[in-house]
């Protein structure tokens, strides 16, 4: 009981220093975040785990002394899934609360009404989603895939299962068009025609999946062809509902998503699931030291067991340990010294890979996995890059498609242009 007592007071005793330096620290002030992810509306699902990451690695990030000495402090907001309250919410953060940076926004609506804002008041944003590409700016920093490092390696490994004929399915939004533009384009240069090549658009929430499924069934009956789904949100509770009921397999023909985490998984869990792909840069099941400490500390911090991580859950890990190592190491939070400080800037993710951050396109040079979907609501890896895949934001495949004209671009330079295409 003694020892016990002493054990006891001697956790006291480290408490209060630990708590006294807290609030010697706040004398220099709190340093302040933005966190801009939806916590209303459709996007809630995939955007409330990413906002209760940051809290978790903000209060690690304070019980470990902080940034620069001083306490982080998170200013949480609530965009409601609209994407002109994400311009609007990233203005009130860094011009009413001061924020340093902010870590937030998931579809690329959202991102383009955020990313004038950030530019125009030279603040930083770190987006975690995977997305189109065709964007570069110097105030965003893109943790999450390129096409190139995505949708292309999932075509590749198709091809080179023998898939010659490919149907392009995705919800009508600004991702799963221009994604779709780049595959098209990639897949001609690889000898595939267009009579091989199928392309189909639903909204939202879409649930009457019969007629795009016979359609399916149809184009791939010489059993040669695969699906490549960007469909998005609780539609895929429908289609792959709608494919089972057809008798569309994963053996007759196969669907490889560039949408669907291990997030989503729950809700879709079945045999009709069983056996389908997913393409990522990171899948909650990778067997990595890194890897379980992210998960273990996930888990801990949700006080659930079996919570799973995914994607975007890392990239917004990265983006979270990049800004602070970038800040520590500048001495200050000033923007353009971060941004500086961030150029050419590395760590090993809970991938087990060690990433970087690129220096002129501020999009990260990170691995690629495929995993094979299970019943029981699980993607284990059955692909894995052997290095880094870099971003390539300005998409070559696109971008020589005469047929649909040159892509528009977002702030860049001549020089980082040049660099891209000759790629």
């Not at 807290?22 to 975040?33: H, M, P, T, V």
């Not at 990413?50 to 978790?56: A, G, I």
């Not at 189109?132 to 080179?160: H, K, M, R, W």
């Not at 069934?217 to 429908?238: E, Q």
Request: glycine share 8%; charged share 20%; hydrophobic share 40%.
């Amino acid at each position: 009981m003694i020892g016990t007592a002493k054990e006891l007071i001697g956790r006291s005793q480290g408490l209060v220093s630990t708590v006294g330096s807290y609030f010697d620290n706040l004398e220099s002030g709190a340093i302040k975040i933005g966190i801009l992810h939806s916590l209303s509306g459709t996007m809630t699902a995939s955007e409330r785990p990413l906002q209760e990451l940051l809290v978790m690695m903000i209060e690690q990030c304070n019980a470990q002394g902080g940034v620069l000495g001083r306490p982080l402090e998170a200013v949480i907001m609530d965009p409601r899934s609209e994407p002109k309250r994400y311009a609007e919410q990233a203005k009130s953060l860094i011009e009413e609360h001061g924020v340093s940076a902010i870590f937030g926004c998931w579809t690329s609506a959202s991102r383009k009404e955020v990313l004038p804002v950030v530019e125009s008041l030279n603040s930083l944003l770190f987006y975690p989603s995977q997305y189109e590409g065709e964007e570069e700016s110097s105030n965003i920093f893109y943790t999450g895939a390129t096409p190139q490092q995505q949708a292309i390696p999932a075509v590749d490994y198709l091809l080179a299962q023998g898939k010659k004929r490919f149907f392009l399915l995705g919800t009508d939004t600004i991702y799963p068009r221009t994604t779709n533009a780049i595959l098209t384009a990639y897949l001609h240069s690889k000898g595939i025609k267009q009579n091989a090549i199928a392309e189909h658009y639903t909204p939202f929430d879409h649930r009457d999946w019969v007629d795009t499924v016979a359609w399916i069934k149809r184009f791939g009956a010489g059993g040669d062809a695969a699906i490549i789904t960007t469909v998005s949100g609780d539609a895929n509770i429908y289609f792959f509902r709608e494919l089972a009921e057809q008798d569309v397999t994963a053996q007759s023909i196969p669907a490889m998503t560039l949408s669907i985490g291990e997030a989503e998984l729950p809700a879709l869990a079945g045999p009709e699931l069983a056996g389908h792909l997913a393409a990522w840069n990171y899948l909650h099941e990778i067997d990595s030291p890194e890897n379980r400490r992210f998960v273990h500390d996930w888990r801990r911090f949700s006080g659930a067991p079996n919570v799973v991580t995914d994607d975007p859950m890392e990239a917004t890990w990265i983006g979270f340990n990049l800004w602070t190592k970038a800040v520590e190491k500048a001495g200050m939070t000033d923007t353009d010294s971060v941004r500086t400080a961030l150029a050419g800037m590395n760590l090993v993710a809970p991938s087990g890979y060690e990433v970087v951050m690129d220096e002129a396109n501020h999009h990260l040079h990170k691995p690629g996995f495929i995993g094979r979907m299970t019943a029981d609501a699980r993607i284990v890896p059955i692909w894995h890059s052997e290095s880094l895949l870099a971003p390539r934001p300005w998409s070559p495949w696109l971008l020589t498609d005469a047929s649909r004209g040159p892509a528009r671009k977002a702030k860049t330079t001549d020089k980082t242009e040049a660099l891209a295409i000759a790629s």
